[in-house]
């Protein structure tokens, strides 16, 4: 079973992607499960396969602690790296091609705690590999794309594993902004280019710096265009994890 990590800022689409991703592949034959990590979720638009609230919640965990809720997800994050055999156990009982894994709403509670890394460890890290989602209305402006570039590049270096980006929601953007912000991500000079144009923004001169930083350790390539609304890009997606997991060999379907 290969390991995809869905993580991104709040409110970048992990868990509707999560979703979408999962319906395309059972149409396509394709066996895969559904994993939720965030304790906090109120509801998740999928039928988990397994769920991280089933042994810890966060509002029991407020209650508990007396806690407010951005330090019970400190908690509930420390917890589940705890009670890391009740998820192994979880997902040993399945045998199926892939493991899509819903990660909390806050980037930093999974890509900054130790205890995500004790977590991954034990799930296998040789077999997993991430999806970023990049969030099109940060993207949309060329300043915006580099804080979410640096965030992916940020989150990479922290969970030491292969990642591709996927540019989620994409079909609320126009079709020239869609085009423009594709381009950024194959083209830097494309994307240097629009920075200078903003050289009235203050923001400016930090992004030149920033942009010159991530050009010089490989952070732009290719990047997919999904969208989880009109179930676009999920082909896209598929062959990127491919490509990560066999060099482009399709895994077996059962």
């Known amino acids: 079973m290969k390991n995809i990590y869905f993580v991104g800022t709040a409110g970048s689409g992990k868990s509707s992607l999560v979703q979408s991703y999962k319906e395309w592949l059972d149409l396509s034959g394709i066996d895969a499960i ?15 396969d397994v769920d991280i609230r089933e042994w810890i919640d966060l509002h029991d965990v407020m209650d508990e602690y007396s806690l407010g809720p ?6 509930c994050a420390d917890l589940m790296a705890m009670n890391i055999e009740k998820l192994t156990d979880a997902l040993d009982s399945f045998k199926t091609n892939y493991a899509l894994i819903d990660t909390p709403g806050q980037l930093e509670l999974f890509a900054f705690r130790k205890s995500s890394n004790v977590m991954i ?5 040789e077999r997993s590999m991430t999806v970023f989602l ?14 979410s570039m640096m965030l992916s590049t940020i989150a990479q270096f922290r969970l ?13 953007l126009e ?3 869609l085009n423009k912000v594709m381009s950024w991500f194959s083209d ?12 009235k923004d203050p923001q400016t001169v930090v992004g030149m710096e920033l942009f010159k930083a991530m050009e010089n350790i490989g952070t732009f390539g290719d990047t997919r265009a999904v969208s989880s609304k009109m179930s676009f890009g999920m082909e ?11 060099g482009g060999d399709d895994a077996e379907v059962n």
């Open 134 to 147: 990049a969030d099109p209305i940060l993207c949309r402006t060329s300043n915006g794309f580099i804080s």
């Open 175 to 177: 079709e020239d902004e």
């Open 236 to 246: 896209e997606l598929y062959g990127a994890a491919q490509q990560c997991f066999f």
């Open 121 to 125: 460890d034990a799930l296998g890290k």
């Open 188 to 199: 830097p000079d494309a994307l240097y280019a629009d920075i200078l144009d903003n050289d």
């Open 160 to 172: 030491r594993m292969p990642m591709i980006t996927a540019l989620s929601k994409s079909d609320i």
């Open 70 to 75: 951005n330090g019970a997800q400190i908690v």
């Open 34 to 48: 559904t994993v939720n990590l965030d304790p906090g979720a109120d509801a998740v638009p999928y039928v988990a």
